[in-house]
């Protein structure tokens, strides 16, 4: 254990009867660290912050403050403030009031005995904490005068006048605007150079997080998901969470075909990352990692079909068959022109998947209702587009309110899962046909690849032995696709 770690969360949960807002935590914090929780709402942020306050008790686990186990330690005793979103300041008392509030009530020890603070004691520090926050001038200002910037500034005025060790910070410029969030975030960053100590800071906003931190974690449902620099968050995101949370991506499901090969939205591409061949995994591409091309010169193509001017760039949507590709570039270019595109091996990020379905991206409905994977068309349960709908002689799907919708075209993704692809001996009697690439051995089972002559794979769980290179045909009954429609039901409902 390094010597400089202030506090250690080992193994924490928090559950609220059938709630786990906080799931096996293990987190070190170092003195003088600015770490970030950052994650959706729910995800179990303001439980953990709660826990190393002593708000709340842990339900599993431990949190050690300097090497010593503090579960018993109630929140008073320990070397740590809190601020808030809401500001809770007093309204009825003036900015010296408010910040020197809970030092009245503070005792010290003075050798064997306790003692209250002298005024000039508590003059002195009050002073020191408003010059902190820059709000020396406010002394005797009445809180209602103040804007929420400058209460949020008496808020954290007040919570270090108590010099803690460590300051917690839950979401303290969510209520305010955008433009005094941002002066905010660097004056935060000022105090906490000027502090030294340490600060533990919640948020849901990822730009935020990159901004202010040394260090982030990237929490999902009470897991963490992540923890590193900003840079590598950024750069090295762990998984299609991460990626997707920190910024705008472009992320597809894709397959290794060779050494330092994968294949995404149907073509090639070489990477850097090394995994083995006919693995599933998840690639990322920043948009400012593709870079647009003469149509016949880049590695692929497609057409751009949106162009949305950002100030200092456009951001482009391409569509690279049925896919979107996200792109930044300085340059005017055409809409509904087709360019080529490049991107280098190292802007694409390879991460690995835990592979539990068979997940189609750019899957489509045909106009008798089925679904099209890889050129192949399969019985699917239309209805399950909108909830409550039947089909009608017609062929429409008819909502439970009678609205008529035909899904010709639209755009779903489709999800099978291991177990509901059945493998054919004949290669002609399923829905679609394939080689089989790869076959794992799974301790009671076989887990196989399929792939198809369009080069789509379908991975399936078997107890049947097969041989590699065998042709198979598979089938999927209709109720065990499941679909999702990528745009709204809306833009399908018939006049
Ligand atoms: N006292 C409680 N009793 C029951 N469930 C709770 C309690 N406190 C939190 N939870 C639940 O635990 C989960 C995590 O909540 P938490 O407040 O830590 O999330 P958060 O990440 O801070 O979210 P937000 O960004 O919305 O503030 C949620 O599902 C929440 O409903
Ligand atoms: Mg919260």
Known sequence: MEKNVI??????????????????????????????????????KTTTLRMIAGFELPTGGEILLNGKDITDLPPYKRPVNTVFQKYALFPHMDVYENVAFGLKLKKVSDGA???????????????????????????????????????????????????????????????????????????????HKKLGITFIYVTHDQEEALTLSDTVVVMKDGMIQQIGTPEDIYNEPNNAFVANFIGESNIYSATMTGEKKVRFINHVFDCVDEFPKNEKVDVVIRPEDVHITGEDQGMAKGKIVSKIFKGIHYEYIMMVGRNELVIVDTRNLEIDKTYGFDIEPDGIHIMKKELTANIYDDAYIDKN?????????????????????????????????????????????????????????????????????????????????????????????????????????????????????????KKYAKK
């Open 113 to 191: 005995k306790m003692r209250k603070l002298t005024n000039a004691e508590i003059d002195k520090k009050v002073k020191n904490a408003l010059k902190i926050v820059d709000l020396e001038e406010y002394e005797n200002r009445d809180i209602s005068t103040l804007s929420g910037g400058q209460q949020q500034r008496i808020a954290i005025a007040r919570a270090i006048v108590n010099e803690p060790e460590i300051l917690l910070l839950d979401e303290p410029l969510g209520a305010l605007d955008l433009k005094m969030r941002k002066d905010m975030q660097l004056e935060l960053k000022e105090m």
């Open 7 to 44: 506090i250690e969360l080992k193994n924490v949960s928090k559950h609220f009867g059938q709630t786990y807002a906080v799931e096996d935590f293990n987190l070190y914090v170092k003195k003088g660290e600015f770490i970030t929780f950052l994650g959706p709402s729910g995800c179990g």
């Open 369 to 489: 209702n089925r679904v099209v994977i890889s050129e192949s068309a399969f019985e699917c349960d239309i209805t399950s587009l909108v909830p409550g709908s039947t089909v009608d002689e017609e062929g429409y799907v008819v909502g439970p309110d009678g609205v008529r919708y035909d899904f010709t075209d639209a755009d779903v993704k489709a999800e099978i899962g291991l177990k509901d692809i059945d493998i054919l001996d004949d290669e002609q009697s399923g829905t679609v046909s394939g080689e089989i690439v790869s076959i794992i051995y799974k301790g009671d089972h076989y887990q196989l690849t399929i792939r198809t002559p369009q080069d789509e794979d379908f991975v399936l769980d078997t107890e049947y032995t097969y041989d590699e290179n065998d042709l198979v045909g598979l089938s999927v009954k209709s109720e065990k696709i499941k679909l999702k429609l990528k745009g709204e039901a």
